[in-house]
């Protein structure tokens, strides 16, 4: 373990892609239920070397099958699942990043995952500039996270097809054709490549 994370309560990895982490936290329970820490910012400020101050806190509730993304947002983002199991997509959009273009799939919420593994909770760190996006594969998803910076109407533009043929992602392989629900934003989102003409940098 790192010597900075000797104390922590968390776990955190970095993963592929430049700036985005894993935070694995443990499940207490009793009788009652289960409690665990999302995250401790302090501790992701730590690991990451960014400051996170939350100004916005959202939730998605979604049933199967539904997909959202490949959404970019020029702020950083803890992701978490509060109920449900989803299949997200990391995608670095961020062309000054030195993993730009490179995907990362992480599994987030609780159940059995296609390889036969219990998953009991985790979080992600998403830095400005990473696209996320999820597929939901249980019955319903309730899916929240903590942003440093405001929506307005002109981040709409920040977003990349899932389906684009160029990034191949395997979204069939764990829910039908024809069970994939989107939304019109999403189904209309430019390809990658032409993201990254439109866009310069975050």
Request: aromatic residues 10%; proline residues 3%.
């Amino acid at each position: 373990m790192d010597n900075k994370q000797q104390n922590f309560v968390s776990k955190i990895n970095e993963t592929e892609i430049e700036g985005l982490f894993t935070v694995e936290s443990l499940m207490k329970g009793d009788a009652r239920g289960g409690f665990r820490e999302v995250a401790r910012i302090g501790e992701l400020e730590t690991v990451s070397g960014r400051s996170f101050v939350a100004k916005q806190i959202n939730h998605s509730s979604s049933i199967y099958g539904s997909l959202r993304g490949i959404h970019v947002e020029p702020w950083n983002k803890i992701v978490t699942v509060a109920s449900g199991l989803a299949m997200c997509v990391l995608l670095d959009c961020r062309k000054s990043s030195k993993t730009y273009g490179k995907m990362k799939t992480i599994f987030l919420g609780f159940g059995k995952l296609p390889d036969g593994r219990e998953l009991n909770g985790g979080s992600i760190f998403v830095p400005a500039g990473v696209g996320n996006s999820f597929l939901v594969l249980s019955e319903r998803l309730e899916y929240v996270y903590v942003v440093d910076g405001l929506w307005n109407e002109k981040t709409s533009i920040y977003a990349v097809n899932p389906m684009d043929p160029k990034l191949a992602i395997n979204w069939t392989e764990y829910v039908p054709t024809d069970k994939i629900i989107r939304s019109e934003r999403d189904i209309n989102s430019p390809s990658f490549e032409e993201f990254g003409q439109k866009i310069q940098d975050f």
